[in-house]
């Protein structure tokens, strides 16, 4: 019931197509989702989060969708660049943890083609 | 890195050594938080705390231990490493949101 599930594994996109990662979850106490971007040999990175009384978020060219009845999520990169190659990882958590006690997905190694 | 230190950066050390890794934060930040990630299992909590001398267990935890004597100090133990304990350890830092991670540590055991 701890678990976040996340696909594909891996994505090769070309450059300036859509890059989309789903996860999905069982927890229903969880009401904080990030997404973490990270680059070989660094830390994840916050790159934008949301929380369950929206449906969607958007930062730039990345765009989080909810659907809490699905108990789904997804993460989609818009005009993907080479520099968005990276590792993208979804995570849940309830909110009294303050955000960093965190169930991770398994990871999504991204790579967008030039 | 949002303030925060992890040394060492890579260690390699024997099967049975005792072994501390450390985490500095210079944000004053409440929660300090220790995962480990291997291949294909994403990220996972060891130990976290929420406050000075308080600590408490993560989802694997078996086989370390960590101590929080100063608001920004979180040391990992590996009381008698294993192989299995071979793995990239993040410290990560939490205030009233997101969690902000460090650099990690990459640990061998041989």
């Known amino acids: 019931q701890q678990q976040v599930k996340q696909s594909p594994q891996s994505l090769i996109v070309q450059k300036g197509g859509i890059s989309i990662i789903n996860c999905a979850y069982e927890?229903?106490?969880?009401?904080?989702f990030p997404w973490y971007q990270q680059f070989p040999g660094k830390g994840p990175a916050l790159l934008i989060a949301i929380r369950p009384d929206v449906s969607e978020k958007k930062e730039g060219r990345f765009t989080i969708s909810f659907n809490k009845s699905a108990k789904q999520f997804s993460l989609h990169i818009m005009d993907s660049q080479p520099g968005d190659s990276a590792t993208y990882f979804c995570?849940?958590?309830?909110?009294?943890?303050?955000?960093?006690?965190?169930?991770f997905g398994q990871g999504t190694e991204l790579s967008v083609k030039p | 890195d949002a303030g925060i230190t992890q040394s060492p950066r890579h260690k390699v050390t024997e099967t049975g050594t005792p072994v501390t890794l450390r985490c500095h934060q210079t944000e004053n930040h409440r929660y300090m938080y220790w995962y480990r990630q291997d291949p294909g299992h994403g990220l996972r909590l060891i130990h976290y705390?929420?406050?000075?001398?308080?600590?408490d267990k993560g989802e694997v935890s078996d086989g370390y231990s960590v101590s929080r004597s100063k608001t920004e100090d979180f040391l990992l133990t590996l009381e008698s490493a294993t192989s299995s304990q071979t793995s990239v350890y993040f410290c990560?830092?939490?205030?009233?949101?997101?969690?902000?991670f460090g650099q990690g540590t990459r640990l061998t055991v041989v």
């Open positions: 927890n229903t106490a969880f009401d904080y």
């Open positions: 705390s929420y406050g000075v001398k308080d600590t």
């Open positions: 990560a830092i939490s205030g009233q949101g997101a969690a902000f």
């Open positions: 995570a849940a958590s309830m909110a009294r943890y303050q955000g960093g006690k965190l169930i």
